[in-house]
C-alpha cells in the first residue's frame, strides 16, 4: 500500500511539475496582457495600466488607463471648465473590439465638443464599462468610483440582450457577482456572493485561475474543436437566422413566468434607484438602450421570419417598456434600436459584426459605434441645453441621422 501510495505520489508531483514547466514556457512564448482583475464588490473589474491586443472579436489595441477604464489618463479632480460625462455600461461600452478613438464613448466626446456649455473648455467622456456587467455591477460602481470624478452627466447603457438575465440570480449562470434581490417590497444585496465569504473565496480562485495560460490554451483548443464539430455537422457554416449566443429570446414579449417577471421588478428598481442616486447628485441622468443583432438586421425579411417564429409583432418589446418606465418615473429615456434599423435598412449596412465573426451578430462595428454615439450625443446636447451640431448621413463620412 505504502508503495502504490509513494508511486501515486510521484506521479502527481510529475504531474505538477509538467504543468508549471508549461505554464512557465508559455508565458514567454505567448505573452498576454490581463485584462481583469478580482474585485470584492462587483466580482471583477479591469486591471488598471493593462495593454495589449484583442483579436477574438474584431482587432483592436486595448489600454486601461491608471484609474481602471478604457481610455486615456484622468484624473480624479475635474480641469476648470471641463464637461465630464459617466457612461456605465457592460462589454457594448468597454468596447474591445474597436479601436479607442471609435468606441461610442470617443464618438461621444467628439460631438459634444461644438455643444459644450458657455465658458467650458473641454469634454470628458469617461468608459466605466466592464465585460459581463450587469446593472447592479454598474450602480456599485456608481457608488463606489464615478462621483469621485465629479461628473455634469450620468449615461446607463442598457444592453436588453442579456442585462435582464444578468440582473437575476434565478437566470444568471455565473453567479460570481452581487444580485439585488426582492425583499419586502423593494430590493436588498443578496445571492451566494454576498451572503457567503466562502463563495467570494471560491469565486477569487476560479478567476484567477482564468490567468493560467496552460487553462487558457485548453480551453481555446476546446471552443475550436466544438466549433469545427458543429460545422461538420451542419454542412457548412451556420446562417445567421436570428439567433445569438447568450441573447435571450425572452425579451421581445412579456414575461410568461416568475423568473422573468422577478428579473424585470429587480431591473427597473435598480434603474429607479441610479436615477434617484443621480438626481440627489443634482446630475442629469439618461438611460441608454443599445440595439442587438436582429433588432437592426439590415434585411426585414429575415427580421419579419423571426418575429414569425417568436409570436411577436415588434422587437422592442424591452425598449418600449424601459422608455415607459422613464416616462413614469420622470427620467429621460433614449432608444437606439429603432432608429438604428431604419439607418440599417436604408443603408443595407451592418451595424453588428466582424470579418473574424458573423455579420449582423455580437458587438457594435466600427459604423454601429459611429451611430449610436452621434445619437446619444445629440440627445446630450439636447439635455444641456444646446442644439445638436448638424449630422452628415452616413457614419464614415462623419455622422449620422438624429434621434427621433
Not at 470579418?355 to 449610436?372: E, F, I, S
Request: proline share 6%.
Amino acid at each position: 500500500m505504502r508503495g502504490v501510495l509513494g508511486r501515486l505520489a510521484l506521479i502527481a508531483a510529475g504531474v505538477v511539475a509538467a504543468l508549471a514547466i508549461a505554464e512557465i514556457a508559455l508565458r514567454i512564448v505567448m505573452p498576454k496582457p490581463v485584462f481583469y482583475i478580482y474585485d470584492r464588490y462587483t466580482g471583477w473589474t479591469l486591471n488598471p495600466g493593462a495593454s495589449g491586443w484583442q483579436h477574438q472579436e474584431g482587432t483592436a489595441w486595448l489600454a486601461i488607463n491608471r484609474e481602471g477604464m478604457r481610455g486615456p489618463e484622468v484624473s480624479e479632480r475635474k480641469p476648470p471648465g471641463t464637461i465630464r460625462i459617466a457612461v456605465l455600461g457592460d462589454s457594448f461600452t468597454e468596447a474591445q473590439q474597436v479601436a479607442q478613438d471609435a468606441t461610442f464613448c470617443a464618438v461621444m466626446q467628439r460631438r459634444l465638443g461644438p455643444c459644450l456649455a458657455p465658458g467650458a473648455k473641454a469634454v470628458q467622456v469617461l468608459n466605466f464599462g466592464v465585460d459581463g456587467y450587469g446593472t447592479t455591477q454598474e450602480l456599485i460602481t456608481l457608488r463606489r468610483r464615478v462621483w469621485q470624478f465629479h461628473p455634469d452627466a450620468v449615461v446607463l447603457a442598457f444592453f436588453t440582450g442579456n442585462d435582464l438575465r444578468n440582473n437575476t440570480v434565478a437566470l444568471e449562470g455565473d453567479q460570481c457577482r452581487p444580485f439585488f434581490v426582492l425583499h419586502d417590497g423593494g430590493i436588498v444585496l443578496g445571492g451566494p456572493f454576498d451572503d457567503s465569504a466562502w463563495f467570494r473565496f471560491q469565486c477569487m480562485v476560479r478567476f484567477e485561475s482564468r490567468h493560467s495560460r496552460v487553462i487558457a490554451l485548453l480551453s481555446h483548443a476546446r471552443v475550436l474543436v466544438r466549433d469545427r464539430v458543429r460545422a461538420m455537422r451542419k454542412g457548412s457554416h451556420p446562417r445567421f437566422r436570428g439567433r445569438e449566443r447568450g441573447i435571450s429570446e425572452a425579451i421581445y414579449h412579456a414575461p410568461t413566468d416568475a423568473d422573468w417577471r422577478d428579473a424585470w421588478q429587480v431591473t427597473q428598481d435598480q434603474i429607479e434607484l441610479m436615477n434617484r442616486e443621480v438626481v440627489s447628485h443634482h446630475v442629469p441622468f439618461l438611460l441608454v438602450t443599445l440595439s442587438n443583432g436582429i433588432q437592426v438586421y439590415p434585411n426585414p425579411k429575415m427580421r419579419a421570419a423571426y418575429m414569425r417564429r417568436l409570436g411577436v409583432s415588434d422587437l422592442f418589446y424591452a425598449d418600449r417598456r424601459l422608455q415607459a418606465l422613464g416616462e413614469r418615473d420622470g427620467f429621460a429615456v433614449l432608444n437606439l434600436a429603432e432608429p438604428m434599423q431604419r439607418w440599417a435598412d436604408q443603408h443595407h449596412e451592418f451595424l453588428h459584426g466582424f470579418r473574424n465573426t458573423r455579420a449582423g451578430t455580437g458587438h457594435w462595428d466600427v459604423a454601429g459605434h459611429k451611430l449610436g454615439g452621434t445619437l446619444i450625443a445629440n440627445r446630450l446636447c439636447r439635455m444641456l441645453g444646446k442644439n445638436p451640431p448638424p449630422s452628415p448621413a452616413h457614419p464614415e463620412t462623419g455622422g449620422a441621422p438624429a434621434a427621433r
